[in-house]
Protein backbone atom coordinates (compact mmCIF):
# COMPACT_ATOMS: atom_id res chain seq x y z
CA UNK A 1 0.00 0.00 0.00
CA UNK A 2 1.03 3.82 0.10
CA UNK A 3 3.28 4.69 2.40
CA UNK A 4 3.85 8.23 3.74
CA UNK A 5 4.29 11.18 1.46
CA UNK A 6 5.42 14.48 1.96
CA UNK A 7 5.17 17.54 -0.35
CA UNK A 8 6.75 19.23 -1.93
CA UNK A 9 10.36 17.08 -1.90
CA UNK A 10 12.42 20.20 -2.22
CA UNK A 11 11.38 23.98 -0.99
CA UNK A 12 13.72 27.04 -1.61
CA UNK A 13 12.75 29.82 -0.12
CA UNK A 14 13.70 33.77 0.83
CA UNK A 15 14.15 34.87 4.64
CA UNK A 16 11.44 36.01 5.40
CA UNK A 17 8.65 34.27 3.88
CA UNK A 18 6.24 31.68 5.38
CA UNK A 19 6.48 28.51 3.89
CA UNK A 20 3.91 25.45 4.45
CA UNK A 21 5.18 20.99 4.14
CA UNK A 22 2.47 18.87 4.08
CA UNK A 23 2.69 15.20 5.03
CA UNK A 24 0.18 12.61 4.01
CA UNK A 25 -0.01 9.77 6.72
CA UNK A 26 -0.35 5.70 6.21
CA UNK A 27 -4.62 5.33 6.08
CA UNK A 28 -5.73 4.39 8.85
CA UNK A 29 -2.55 5.57 11.18
CA UNK A 30 -3.90 7.58 14.24
CA UNK A 31 -0.35 9.09 15.27
CA UNK A 32 1.52 11.40 13.65
CA UNK A 33 4.94 12.64 14.50
CA UNK A 34 6.80 16.15 12.85
CA UNK A 35 10.88 15.69 13.33
CA UNK A 36 13.71 17.83 11.47
CA UNK A 37 16.93 16.37 10.22
CA UNK A 38 19.54 19.29 10.04
CA UNK A 39 23.49 18.96 10.18
CA UNK A 40 24.14 20.98 13.29
CA UNK A 41 21.24 19.41 15.66
CA UNK A 42 20.93 15.99 13.88
CA UNK A 43 17.38 14.14 14.26
CA UNK A 44 15.28 16.23 16.62
CA UNK A 45 11.89 15.69 17.27
CA UNK A 46 9.48 18.32 17.01
CA UNK A 47 5.28 18.14 17.39
CA UNK A 48 3.53 15.17 18.15
CA UNK A 49 -0.65 14.23 16.57
CA UNK A 50 -3.08 11.68 18.43
CA UNK A 51 -5.53 12.24 16.43
CA UNK A 52 -6.08 15.79 15.60
CA UNK A 53 -4.94 16.88 18.64
CA UNK A 54 -1.18 17.72 19.65
CA UNK A 55 -0.26 16.44 23.36
CA UNK A 56 3.58 17.05 22.64
CA UNK A 57 4.79 20.09 20.96
CA UNK A 58 7.92 20.14 23.18
CA UNK A 59 10.14 20.30 20.22
CA UNK A 60 9.12 23.04 18.52
CA UNK A 61 12.05 25.69 18.35
CA UNK A 62 10.08 29.12 18.67
CA UNK A 63 6.64 30.30 17.87
CA UNK A 64 7.33 30.72 14.19
CA UNK A 65 6.87 27.17 13.82
CA UNK A 66 3.17 25.48 14.45
CA UNK A 67 1.19 22.64 12.95
CA UNK A 68 -2.32 21.07 12.34
CA UNK A 69 -4.15 18.18 12.07
CA UNK A 70 -6.92 18.00 9.95
CA UNK A 71 -9.51 14.73 10.03
CA UNK A 72 -7.13 12.69 11.47
CA UNK A 73 -5.67 12.68 8.31
CA UNK A 74 -3.47 15.28 6.76
CA UNK A 75 -0.86 17.40 8.38
CA UNK A 76 0.64 20.68 7.85
CA UNK A 77 3.61 22.20 9.31
CA UNK A 78 3.98 25.93 8.88
CA UNK A 79 7.34 28.19 9.46
CA UNK A 80 6.16 32.06 9.50
CA UNK A 81 9.09 34.53 8.83
CA UNK A 82 11.67 31.84 7.73
CA UNK A 83 15.11 32.01 8.96
CA UNK A 84 18.23 30.89 7.47
CA UNK A 85 18.47 28.53 10.77
CA UNK A 86 15.17 26.93 9.53
CA UNK A 87 16.78 25.01 6.70
CA UNK A 88 16.76 21.31 7.04
CA UNK A 89 14.77 18.18 6.25
CA UNK A 90 11.57 18.21 7.50
CA UNK A 91 10.14 14.60 8.21
CA UNK A 92 6.99 12.82 9.14
CA UNK A 93 6.23 9.93 10.25
CA UNK A 94 3.04 8.05 11.66
CA UNK A 95 1.77 5.02 13.05
CA UNK A 96 -1.18 2.78 13.73
CA UNK A 97 -1.09 4.14 18.01
CA UNK A 98 0.13 5.95 20.22
CA UNK A 99 3.32 4.58 21.82
CA UNK A 100 6.80 2.59 20.87
CA UNK A 101 5.43 -0.40 20.59
CA UNK A 102 3.89 0.79 17.38
CA UNK A 103 6.19 0.73 14.23
CA UNK A 104 6.78 4.80 13.00
CA UNK A 105 6.56 4.97 9.74
CA UNK A 106 8.88 7.49 7.60
CA UNK A 107 8.57 10.07 4.76
CA UNK A 108 10.92 10.94 2.09
CA UNK A 109 11.18 14.19 3.62
CA UNK A 110 10.97 18.32 2.83
CA UNK A 111 14.66 19.34 2.12
CA UNK A 112 14.06 23.40 2.92
CA UNK A 113 16.29 25.75 1.97
CA UNK A 114 16.26 29.58 3.62
CA UNK A 115 18.20 32.08 1.37
CA UNK B 1 16.38 13.25 30.70
CA UNK B 2 16.96 10.65 27.92
CA UNK B 3 19.41 10.87 25.82
CA UNK B 4 21.75 8.74 22.94
CA UNK B 5 25.30 8.48 21.87
CA UNK B 6 26.54 7.14 19.18
CA UNK B 7 30.45 6.75 18.80
CA UNK B 8 31.84 7.09 15.52
CA UNK B 9 30.19 9.37 12.67
CA UNK B 10 32.02 7.55 10.23
CA UNK B 11 32.74 3.82 10.20
CA UNK B 12 34.63 1.91 7.27
CA UNK B 13 34.27 -1.78 6.45
CA UNK B 14 35.43 -3.89 3.64
CA UNK B 15 32.87 -5.76 2.17
CA UNK B 16 32.60 -9.05 4.00
CA UNK B 17 33.75 -7.70 7.19
CA UNK B 18 31.84 -7.53 10.91
CA UNK B 19 29.80 -4.14 10.99
CA UNK B 20 30.13 -3.12 14.50
CA UNK B 21 27.61 0.77 14.70
CA UNK B 22 27.81 1.69 19.02
CA UNK B 23 25.05 2.92 20.46
CA UNK B 24 24.97 4.13 24.31
CA UNK B 25 21.70 5.64 26.29
CA UNK B 26 20.92 7.08 29.00
CA UNK B 27 17.81 6.94 30.68
CA UNK B 28 16.12 6.95 34.36
CA UNK B 29 14.07 3.65 33.54
CA UNK B 30 15.50 0.95 30.35
CA UNK B 31 14.21 2.63 27.84
CA UNK B 32 12.80 1.03 24.18
CA UNK B 33 16.00 1.36 21.69
CA UNK B 34 15.64 1.45 18.31
CA UNK B 35 18.07 1.14 15.44
CA UNK B 36 17.00 2.85 12.13
CA UNK B 37 18.41 2.82 8.61
CA UNK B 38 18.39 6.14 6.37
CA UNK B 39 19.36 5.82 2.42
CA UNK B 40 20.43 8.94 0.54
CA UNK B 41 17.25 11.03 -0.17
CA UNK B 42 14.95 8.77 1.68
CA UNK B 43 13.51 8.62 4.96
CA UNK B 44 14.40 5.89 7.42
CA UNK B 45 13.54 2.59 7.99
CA UNK B 46 13.14 0.92 11.19
CA UNK B 47 15.67 -2.28 11.04
CA UNK B 48 14.91 -3.42 14.71
CA UNK B 49 13.89 -2.27 18.11
CA UNK B 50 14.17 -3.97 22.07
CA UNK B 51 10.89 -3.47 23.90
CA UNK B 52 12.15 -5.98 27.12
CA UNK B 53 11.95 -9.25 25.73
CA UNK B 54 14.90 -10.81 24.15
CA UNK B 55 18.24 -8.66 24.95
CA UNK B 56 19.82 -9.85 21.88
CA UNK B 57 17.11 -8.27 18.94
CA UNK B 58 17.11 -9.77 15.13
CA UNK B 59 16.13 -7.36 12.35
CA UNK B 60 15.60 -6.78 8.63
CA UNK B 61 19.13 -7.43 6.60
CA UNK B 62 21.15 -9.50 9.01
CA UNK B 63 21.71 -6.99 11.41
CA UNK B 64 21.16 -7.81 14.91
CA UNK B 65 21.55 -5.80 18.64
CA UNK B 66 21.89 -6.82 21.85
CA UNK B 67 20.71 -4.53 24.89
CA UNK B 68 22.86 -4.54 27.51
CA UNK B 69 21.87 -2.85 30.53
CA UNK B 70 24.74 -2.93 32.73
CA UNK B 71 26.92 -0.99 29.94
CA UNK B 72 23.52 1.12 29.07
CA UNK B 73 24.71 -0.16 25.42
CA UNK B 74 22.36 -1.03 22.08
CA UNK B 75 25.20 -1.71 19.83
CA UNK B 76 24.32 -3.17 16.12
CA UNK B 77 26.23 -5.82 14.27
CA UNK B 78 26.02 -7.75 11.05
CA UNK B 79 28.93 -10.41 10.45
CA UNK B 80 29.06 -9.91 7.09
CA UNK B 81 28.78 -6.46 4.83
CA UNK B 82 27.30 -5.77 1.96
CA UNK B 83 27.49 -2.45 -0.46
CA UNK B 84 23.91 -2.32 -0.30
CA UNK B 85 24.59 -1.73 3.90
CA UNK B 86 26.17 1.43 3.02
CA UNK B 87 24.04 4.11 4.60
CA UNK B 88 23.40 6.00 7.75
CA UNK B 89 22.46 4.57 10.83
CA UNK B 90 20.61 6.46 13.61
CA UNK B 91 19.99 4.50 17.16
CA UNK B 92 16.91 6.41 19.16
CA UNK B 93 15.27 5.74 22.77
CA UNK B 94 11.84 6.29 23.34
CA UNK B 95 10.70 6.37 26.87
CA UNK B 96 8.10 2.99 28.26
CA UNK B 97 6.74 5.04 31.06
CA UNK B 98 3.09 6.79 31.51
CA UNK B 99 4.36 9.47 29.14
CA UNK B 100 4.86 6.90 26.37
CA UNK B 101 4.42 8.91 23.33
CA UNK B 102 6.16 6.92 20.90
CA UNK B 103 8.69 10.30 20.73
CA UNK B 104 11.85 9.09 19.48
CA UNK B 105 15.05 10.91 20.99
CA UNK B 106 17.87 10.02 18.17
CA UNK B 107 22.08 9.89 18.18
CA UNK B 108 23.66 11.81 15.91
CA UNK B 109 23.93 9.30 13.64
CA UNK B 110 26.88 6.93 12.09
CA UNK B 111 27.77 6.91 8.28
CA UNK B 112 28.70 3.21 7.30
CA UNK B 113 31.13 2.60 4.23
CA UNK B 114 31.28 -0.66 2.76
CA UNK B 115 34.54 -0.82 0.44
CA UNK B 116 34.59 -3.32 -2.44
Known amino acids: GAGVSQSPSNKVTEKGKDVELRCDPI?????LYWYRQSLGQGLEFLIY????????KSGLPSDRFSAERTGGSVSTLTIQRTQQEDSAVYLC?????????????FGPGTRLTVT | AQSVTQLGSHVSVSEGALVLLRCNYS??????LFWYVQYPNQGLQLLLK??????LVKGINGFEAEFKKSETSFHLTKPSAHMSDAAEYFC??????????????FGQGTTLQVKP
Open chain 1, 93 to 105: ASSLGTGSTYEQY
Open chain 1, 27 to 31: SGHTA
Open chain 1, 49 to 56: FQGNSAPD
Open chain 2, 27 to 32: SSVPPY
Open chain 2, 50 to 55: YTSAAT
Open chain 2, 92 to 105: AVSDRGSSNTGKLI
